[in-house]
């Protein structure tokens, strides 16, 4: 099964990164190629991808705030994100993500990697803009 791990920092503090982490809602302002997500009654959702308005794509979403991890896994192709928050120790966050893609959709790959460090940098962004400023 491919797998890859990427990372990236931004100067905004952990829980500020947690409030678009942790919310599916949120994830199209920062999630590249995701367009809309709509709620599901069973605490997961669904994912619009950006110019397949079509074709429904559902999600599971599994957070676990003490350990500032979300998980998120996809029932069409089985790609599973694990996100993962942790404090810096001169201040802000290191963002990180694993990705596990199974074996039918290796040919992907690169598509995912590109994506996903995309989508780290637009979450990292987005934290530091939300982020309060310190006085």
């Known amino acids: 099964m491919p797998c890859f791990d990427d ?7 952990p829980e500020e990164v947690w409030k678009a982490l942790y919310d599916p809602a949120r ?3 920062w999630w590249v190629g995701w367009a809309t997500v709509e709620p599901r009654d069973d605490g997961a959702f669904t994912m619009y991808p950006v110019g397949y308005p079509d074709f429904p794509m559902p999600q599971e979403v599994r957070t676990e ?9 996809c029932q069409v ?4 994100f694990e996100w993962r928050l942790e404090e810096e120790p001169g201040g802000g966050t290191r963002i990180s993500v694993h990705v596990e893609i199974p074996d039918g959709e290796a040919h992907r790959l690169e598509d995912q990697r590109a994506a996903v460090h995309g989508s780290l940098v637009r979450l990292a962004d987005l934290a530091g803009l939300t982020a309060p400023r310190r006085r």
């Open 77 to 80: 192709s089985d790609l599973v």
């Open 7 to 13: 990372s990236t920092t931004t100067a905004a503090d």
């Open 65 to 73: 705030r003490a350990d500032c991890r979300v998980t998120v896994s």
């Open 27 to 29: 994830y199209p302002s």
